[in-house]
T-cell receptor
């Protein structure tokens, strides 16, 4: 069975600084998607960034980028130039591609605080 | 339209009440989901509808009854809930090139 582990329950960062959130996963599949979702106190889960496992290039979305290490099964999220609006719960999620319907497997989440 | 909407935003109900949660999307997605989320925890999958048919029930108690009247609409009927059912209920739909999930804002449910 696939599992997703986020080992940092809480993180904090100063505004304008850079922070990295860790995520590791376990799977025997070779092809899958990985996602980072953000859930601010307003509650809505928002997709931050996605990575296709067959792509070696790390995904980037503006200030958000990932460090995808397939062999190590690691998928960390780097937030550059942190802003107060980045404060939220961040969930790492895995989804395999093959074999019909595949549900999202979430990590336990990392709560990010941003200090002015 | 690239959003999933949910009503109501908040709901307070007694253990003998019957209420319904509503979810709507107009993105043409053919799979829709209900999740339950407790505070500081990840969402837990409850039900999946694919092409308007229930395809996944994650062993959810029968006091929760899902319904998919059409491809854009998903309901969750609630009856005889327990206080431990108090949670945020999220709806999602799946689509797009990466088959990713788009979430609604959720309904905060309190059972007294």
């Amino acid at each position: 069975a696939q599992t997703v582990t986020q080992s940092q329950p809480e993180m904090s960062v100063q505004e304008a600084e850079t922070v990295t959130l860790s995520c590791t996963y376990d799977t025997s599949e070779s092809d899958y998607y990985l996602f980072w979702y953000k859930q601010p106190p307003s509650r809505q889960m928002i997709l931050v960034i996605r990575q296709e496992a067959y792509k070696q290039q790390n995904a980037t979305e503006n200030r958000f980028s990932v460090n995808f290490q397939k062999a190590a099964k690691s998928f960390s999220l780097k937030i550059s130039d942190s802003q107060l609006g980045d404060a939220a719960m961040y969930f790492c999620a895995y989804k395999k591609i093959s074999g019909g319907y595949n549900k999202l497997i979430f990590g336990a989440g990392t709560r990010l605080a941003v200090h002015p | 339209d690239t959003e999933v909407t949910q009503t109501p935003k908040h709901l307070v109900m007694g253990m003998t009440n019957k209420k319904s949660l509503k979810c709507e999307q107009h993105m043409g997605h053919r799979a829709m989901y209900w999740y339950k989320q407790k505070a500081k925890k990840p969402p837990e999958l409850m039900f999946v509808y694919s092409y308007e048919k229930l395809s996944i029930n994650e062993s959810v108690p029968s006091r929760f009854s899902p319904e998919c009247p059409n491809s854009s609409l998903l309901n969750l009927h609630l009856h005889a809930l327990q206080p431990e059912d108090s949670a945020l209920y999220l709806c999602a739909s799946t689509g797009g090139r990466y088959n990713e999930q788009f979430f609604g804002p959720g309904t905060r449910l309190t059972v007294l």
